[in-house]
Nanobody
């Protein structure tokens, strides 16, 4: 069975950094597009960053220049390095794996809180 498990969330001060990790199992990891999404209270879930099987990346405008997505296929893991964090980055962050139109998996989410 496919499973995604996030780690690395927590409480940080504005301007601080966190590195989120998502470990995948039960899928042929290298063939999937991997993404990070987030949802803050009262908002819609939004794409933060994605990386394709060919390692092409894209980012939401709100995080571009501050966040970096990467993947290590040998470890079946995708990362989100978050620098210069702002209070508006506070949200539950979810890991996503997608192949085509019909195969998609989600992690349970990890809380990121940016506050002084």
């Amino acid at each position: 069975q496919a499973q995604l498990v996030e780690s690395g969330g927590g409480l940080v001060q504005p301007g601080g950094s966190l590195r989120l990790s998502c470990a995948a199992s039960g899928i042929t990891f290298s063939g999937y597009t991997m993404g990070w999404y987030r949802q803050a209270p009262g908002t819609q879930r939004e794409l933060v960053a994605a990386i394709t099987s060919g390692s092409s990346t894209n980012y939401a405008d709100a995080v571009k220049g501050r966040f970096t997505i990467s993947r290590d296929n040998a470890k079946n893991t995708v990362y989100l390095q978050m620098d210069s964090l702002k209070p508006d980055d506070t949200a539950v962050y979810y890991c996503n794996a997608r192949w085509g139109r019909y195969w998609e998996y989600w992690g349970p989410g990890t809380q990121v809180t940016v506050s002084s």
